[in-house]
């Protein structure tokens, strides 16, 4: 199977400060992928996506960026809040199926 | 939410019995999967389908079947339950952009 891997399981920041998640990618052949937000009990919930043509993509606080030469994804959140504490995955997309890191975990300190 | 519920919600089970977890959704897309989700792995896929009666196998298909009848339901049986079941299951869709929405998870316990 695809291995999606991401940098540090947990991270911690100060309220108002920037956050920065990363991800691994193993194949080069993927073409979209996506970030999501997981909270305590609840599903995950889609974030932002990037496809493969691009190398950034911004949302409301969060950016994507895509570096294809390294196979690497990172999500920033601007101005981190509490309510942004959460485990965050990166999913990679192949065909028909999605492949899935274990996540990271964002603690927001107020 | 993409409009997909799961039932039921939480589920306690003995080893040896059939299980049926259904996920619905209201929006007709063509796509849907089931995952499980434990800790220490990302999700990871059990089965999906690809329209009614078309379905495939994922990476972690063994112990598990599903039946797509009619577009708006994916369900997954677990034939006879057994404690390496124990996780929780999502089910998703594919909405038209090519993202995956999940529904909000089924907590199942095999005793």
């Known amino acids: 199977g695809e291995s999606v891997g991401l940098h540090l399981p947990t991270l911690s920041v100060q309220e108002g400060d920037n956050s920065i998640i990363n991800c691994a990618y193993s194949?080069?052949?993927?073409?979209?992928f996506i970030w999501y937000k997981q909270e305590s009990g609840k599903g995950p919930q889609f974030i932002i996506d990037i496809r493969s043509n691009m190398d950034k993509r911004q949302g409301q606080r969060v950016t994507v960026l895509l570096n294809k030469t390294v196979k690497h994804l990172s999500l920033q959140i601007a101005a981190t809040q509490p309510g942004d504490s959460a485990v965050y995955f990166c999913a990679e997309n192949l065909g028909n199926q999605f492949y899935f890191g274990t996540g990271t975990s964002l603690t927001v300190i107020p | 939410d993409a409009g997909i519920t799961q039932s039921p919600r939480h589920k306690v089970t003995e080893t040896g019995t059939p299980v049926t977890l259904r996920c619905h959704q209201t929006e007709n897309h063509r796509y849907m999967y089931w995952y499980r989700q434990d800790p220490g792995h990302g999700l990871r896929l059990i089965h999906y389908s690809y329209g009614v009666k078309d379905t495939d196998k994922g990476e972690v298909s063994d112990g598990y079947s599903v039946s797509r009848s009619k577009t708006e339901d994916f369900l997954l049986t677990l034939e006879s339950a057994t404690s390496s079941q124990t996780s929780v299951y999502f089910c998703a869709i594919r909405g038209t952009g090519g993202e995956q929405f999940f529904g909000p998870g089924t907590r199942l316990t095999v005793l």
């Open positions: 194949n080069s052949a993927s073409d979209y």
